[in-house]
């Protein structure tokens, strides 16, 4: 039997009060590629990226390594910017590392609500969670 694994791995950590850093990495069988990228908490904002190829089929797939460099200023909260990404830097670098991008940028949300529910029960260890966690959702749209 012929089989085939995928894997995609976001983390994100917070290295200045505004600004959040994500790793993301995605590997299976024939591919193996890293992106960092450096985001404005407030407006989405990419403000750095950088990539990193471990396996690639063939001489051209490390070009796209600079194509990333269009993401810089890229909002992650306007309408279709996932759809912009695929564009810019799957269509004219590569499908891989749009796909980390956007996946990055879908746990935006995520990340600051855990980043802000950390805060929250260290101020109020008997925080009702499940009302704090309600209440941020209804609060950030």
């Given at each position: 039997?012929?089989?085939f694994?995928?894997?995609?791995?976001?983390?994100?950590?917070?290295?200045?009060?505004?600004?959040?850093?994500?790793?993301?990495?995605?590997?299976d069988?024939?591919y193996?590629?890293?992106?960092?990228?450096e985001?404005?908490?407030a407006?989405?904002?990419?403000?750095?990226?950088?990539?990193n190829?471990?396996?690639?089929?063939?001489?051209v797939?490390?070009?796209?390594?600079?194509?990333?460099?269009?993401?810089?200023?890229?909002?992650?909260?306007?309408?279709?910017?996932?759809?912009?990404?695929?564009?810019?830097?799957?269509?004219?670098g590569?499908?891989?590392f749009?796909?980390?991008?956007?996946?990055?940028?879908?746990?935006?949300?995520?990340?600051?609500?855990?980043?802000?529910?950390?805060?929250?029960?260290?101020?109020?260890?008997?925080?009702?969670?499940?009302?704090f966690?309600?209440?941020?959702?209804?609060?950030?749209?």
């Amino acid at each position: 039997m012929i089989t085939f694994q995928r894997s995609q791995i976001v983390g994100a950590e917070f290295i200045e009060e505004h600004t959040i850093r994500f790793n993301g990495i995605q590997e299976d069988h024939i591919y193996g590629m890293e992106i960092s990228m450096e985001v404005c908490i407030a407006d989405g904002k990419i403000l750095k990226i950088d990539g990193n190829m471990k396996r690639y089929t063939n001489f051209v797939c490390p070009r796209a390594v600079a194509v990333l460099q269009t993401a810089v200023g890229l909002s992650l909260r306007e309408p279709g910017w996932d759809k912009q990404v695929m564009r810019e830097i799957g269509r004219k670098g590569c499908e891989h590392f749009a796909e980390i991008v956007i996946e990055c940028g879908r746990c935006l949300d995520q990340a600051v609500k855990s980043k802000d529910l950390h805060t929250a029960l260290a101020q109020n260890p008997d925080l009702n969670q499940e009302e704090f966690l309600a209440r941020w959702t209804l609060e950030s749209r």
